[in-house]
């Protein structure tokens, strides 16, 4: 006999049915509670990995937030697939990055360093004769890899990691300040 399962989408444009024999269910190694949520969900992982569907996309289909997707990725060993259009809408705007920033600024304002911001630069800090521009990126990134554009690139400035710096803010003014204190042209690795 066979089951039918239904996916469950917030606004059913299309209805997909899976008719699943009663050999499969009981082969598979679930709660049956449980089976049409996780079996949702395999099938979104499965979607997003063969590059069938966006990550916004699968995850919607999964009822997963976007967390509870990239952890479900790392945990089944899949690649994140970051596309031109993600890293667009995960660079954050300029004061969007000044605020993530200013628990950096005070550190430094508090060691008399003096900062502000501008227009298209989410913080200046000012030492002695010279000036760094700093700016944030998303932590799914890697700066370093050949398809890593951000809208601050072509500036003369230093990007740092957003979850570096929200995981250990200390350890990133430590790092700033050894930098300042060693030149005015940095080369920061974070």
Same mark, same amino acid.
């Not at 399962?5 to 049915?17: M, N």
């Not at 082969?27 to 089976?35: D, E, R």
């Not at 950096?104 to 002695?128: A, H, T, V």
């Given at each position: 006999m066979f089951r039918p399962f239904r996916a469950k989408i917030k606004k059913l444009d299309h209805r997909v049915s899976l008719a699943i024999s009663d050999e499969v269910v009981s082969a598979i190694k679930l709660p049956k509670k449980q089976m049409e949520?996780?079996?949702?969900?395999?099938? $979104? @992982?499965?979607?997003?990995?063969?590059?069938l569907t966006s990550m916004g996309v699968a995850r919607r289909f999964a009822?997963?937030?976007?967390?509870? @997707?990239?952890?479900?990725?790392a945990e089944r060993g899949i690649s994140r697939h970051y596309y031109a259009?993600?890293?667009?809408?995960?660079?954050?705007?300029? $004061?969007?990055?000044?605020?993530?920033?200013?628990?950096l600024k005070r550190l430094l304002e508090l060691d008399g360093y003096e900062c502000y911001q501008d227009e298209k630069i989410p913080l200046i800090i000012k030492s002695n004769a010279y000036q760094l521009a700093i700016g944030t990126y998303p932590g799914l990134l890697d700066k370093k890899a050949e398809n890593f554009k951000h809208p601050l690139c072509e500036k003369d400035i230093h990007l740092i990691n957003d979850y570096f710096l929200d995981l250990n803010?200390?350890? $990133?003014?430590?790092?700033?300040?050894?930098?300042?204190?060693?030149?005015?042209?940095?080369?920061l690795r974070w």
């Amino acid at each position: 006999m066979f089951r039918p399962f239904r996916a469950k989408i917030k606004k059913l444009d299309h209805r997909v049915s899976l008719a699943i024999s009663d050999e499969v269910v009981s082969a598979i190694k679930l709660p049956k509670k449980q089976m049409e949520g996780e079996l949702i969900k395999e099938i $979104a @992982f499965t979607l997003y990995d063969r590059g069938l569907t966006s990550m916004g996309v699968a995850r919607r289909f999964a009822a997963l937030s976007k967390w509870e @997707f990239i952890e479900g990725l790392a945990e089944r060993g899949i690649s994140r697939h970051y596309y031109a259009s993600e890293v667009e809408e995960d660079i954050k705007a300029v $004061a969007e990055q000044s605020q993530q920033l200013q628990g950096l600024k005070r550190l430094l304002e508090l060691d008399g360093y003096e900062c502000y911001q501008d227009e298209k630069i989410p913080l200046i800090i000012k030492s002695n004769a010279y000036q760094l521009a700093i700016g944030t990126y998303p932590g799914l990134l890697d700066k370093k890899a050949e398809n890593f554009k951000h809208p601050l690139c072509e500036k003369d400035i230093h990007l740092i990691n957003d979850y570096f710096l929200d995981l250990n803010l200390p350890v $990133a003014y430590q790092k700033l300040i050894q930098a300042l204190g060693v030149q005015g042209n940095l080369a920061l690795r974070w």
